[in-house]
């Protein structure tokens, strides 16, 4: 028998190296895919969120605003300094737990903030409970 000279000549000891290596590579991949994957299902679920309450977000903190006596126009409202989308605790929920009271649970909140000299104007949408909250900053 003449020895061959080749990839199965590799002692046990390095082939199950190469193994771990390779199994260990491929682990790698398969979690760099999940993460990009998630990553991309939640940025589209942000924009989708966004897009679809915008419009109502806006009416709603401009008749809000109204009932506060603060007047600010649409235009201020539809092109806002600031528009995100916050999912827990709003500003207003963080102040009733300062304050003692129990906060109702929290749901996906739209922060929208206008632009008003000398003060900035916050509105916080609710997208459960489609309702608004008003604030002076």
């Known amino acids: 028998m003449c020895g061959a000279i080749g990839l199965w000549d590799v002692r046990p000891r390095v082939w199950s190296t190469v193994m771990r290596a390779i199994v260990a590579f491929v682990l790698l991949l398969a979690a760099a895919k ?36 603060l007047e600010i126009g649409y235009s201020a409202w539809s092109d806002p300094e600031s528009f995100q ?45 489609m309702s608004a909250a008003v604030y002076q900053l």
Do not use: H
Not at 87 to 103: E, K, L, M, N, T
């Open 85 to 129: 989308l916050i999912v827990g605790r709003g500003s207003r929920q963080a102040s009733a737990d300062v304050s003692g009271q129990a906060a109702p649970d929290a749901g996906p909140i739209l922060v929208i903030v206008a632009r008003k000299e000398p003060a900035k104007i916050q509105c916080e949408f609710d997208i459960v409970r």
């Open 34 to 69: 999940f993460g990009y994957q998630e990553w991309v299902y939640r940025s589209a679920l942000v924009d989708a969120l966004m897009v679809t309450y915008r419009q109502d977000a806006i009416e709603s903190c401009q008749k809000e605003s109204k009932a506060r006596n």
